[in-house]
C-alpha cells in the first residue's frame, strides 16, 4: 500500500507564512514527480507547485515569487514553504506523488487527503 501523508495546514493572517510537508511511505520502486494542488471552494483544482525527480520545478504564476516546493528525496518527502501569503491562498491543499510501486512498470498518480490553508485578511 502506498499513502501521503500531509501535514502543515491551517490558519494563519495574511502576509504570514506556512510550510506543508507531505511523505510517500509503502511499497515504493520510484518516485518521478512529486507536487501540491488546491482547491477553492466554487474553483477548479489547480496545480500550486511540482517539482521533478531531477529538481526542475514549475509554479502557478500566482504563487511565483511566493512559494517554494523542494523534495527530500531520502524521505519520499515534498514540501511547500508559503510566504507572503494573501486570502486568496486559502484553500484544500493536496499532495500529489506520480510513482512507481514495487513490480509495477508504469507510473500512478497517487493523492493525499488534503490539508486545509486559511489566510485572514
Known amino acids: 500500500q502506498v499513502q501521503l501523508v500531509e501535514s502543515g495546514g491551517g490558519l494563519v493572517q495574511a502576509g504570514g507564512s506556512l510550510t506543508l510537508s507531505c511523505a510517500a511511505s509503502g511499497s515504493i520502486s520510484s518516485i518521478n514527480g512529486m507536487g501540491w494542488y488546491r482547491q477553492a471552494p466554487g474553483k477548479q483544482r489547480e496545480l500550486v507547485a511540482a517539482?521533478?525527480?531531477?529538481?526542475?520545478?514549475n509554479y502557478v504564476d500566482s504563487v511565483k515569487g511566493r512559494f517554494t516546493i523542494s523534495r527530500d528525496y531520502a524521505k519520499n518527502a515534498v514540501s511547500l514553504q508559503m510566504n507572503s501569503l494573501k486570502p486568496e491562498d486559502t484553500a484544500v491543499y493536496y499532495c500529489n506523488a506520480a510513482l512507481r510501486e514495487l513490480y509495477s512498470s508504469r507510473y500512478y498518480d497517487y493523492w493525499g487527503q488534503g490539508t486545509q490553508v486559511t489566510v485572514n485578511s
Open positions: 517539482i521533478t525527480s531531477g529538481g526542475g520545478t
